[in-house]
């Protein structure tokens, strides 16, 4: 079993939608969690750290729910420069950071 | 805004061949990762140094790859003799503390053909 697990997608949404991804993680101890942005050819890029109680920033939302061990990213009002591979991150503690496989979303216009 | 410097950008080598990546990572961060993202993946961690220490290598296939980090600033990857497997983007990455979102570099593109 991986790591980290992704839905690989693509995720195919109009632009003004709403989309949300899951991610679920096997490793309990797992510290802290995160969402990256990857867009085609391109290096990783943080989007927005993942806190227990839940985090906004703009029309980005993450969720973390220990006890089911998944994150969520919720985006609202898609737009299509949103359109990239979303990663979703574990700090499993003591080890480096354990990436999932990616989410690939796709807003059309 | 700081960056992690990475190159070359592309290299394109024959399999059996030597090649070698540089990376300097962002002034003051102990920490530097080196990970290899092959299509359709996410990066997998090949080696983590703090300062000039290796701190996890056990991905590294280590019959063919090296890193080092000798005065713990700048980082090279080799990979002798490649192989078409190798085909892959390398990405460095580095951290303050080991703690938190790393930043990456633009990555090196390899292709062994």
């Known amino acids: 079993r991986k790591e980290v697990e992704q839905d690989p997608g693509p995720f195919n949404v109009p632009e003004g939608a709403t989309v949300a991804f899951n991610c679920t993680y096997s490793n309990s101890a797992s510290q802290s969690f995160f969402w990256y942005r990857q867009d085609c050819r391109k290096e990783p890029k943080l989007l927005m750290s993942v806190y227990s109680s839940g985090n906004e920033d703009g029309r980005f939302t993450a969720r973390l729910n220990r006890a089911s061990q998944y994150i969520s990213l919720l985006i609202r009002d898609s737009k299509l420069s949103d359109s990239a591979t979303y990663l979703c991150?574990?700090?499993?503690?003591?080890?480096?950071?354990?990436f999932g496989s990616g989410t690939r979303l796709q807003v059309q216009p | 805004e700081a960056e992690v410097a990475q190159s070359p950008r592309y290299k394109i080598t024959e399999k059996s061949q030597a090649v070698a990546f540089w990376c300097d990572p962002i002034s003051g961060h102990a920490t530097l990762y080196w990970y290899r993202q092959i299509l359709g993946q996410g990066p997998e961690l090949l080696v983590q140094?703090?300062?000039?220490?290796?701190?996890?290598d056990s991905q590294l296939p280590k019959d063919r790859f090296s890193a080092e980090r000798l005065k713990g600033v700048d980082s090279t990857l080799k990979i002798q003799p490649a192989e078409l497997g190798d085909s892959a983007m390398y990405l460095c990455?580095?951290?303050?503390?080991?703690?938190?979102?790393?930043?990456f570099g633009s990555g090196t593109r390899l292709t062994v053909v």
């Open positions: 140094f703090q300062d000039e220490s290796v701190v996890d």
């Open positions: 991150v574990v700090d499993p503690g003591r080890r480096a950071l354990t």
């Open positions: 990455a580095s951290s303050t503390t080991g703690i938190g979102g790393y930043t």
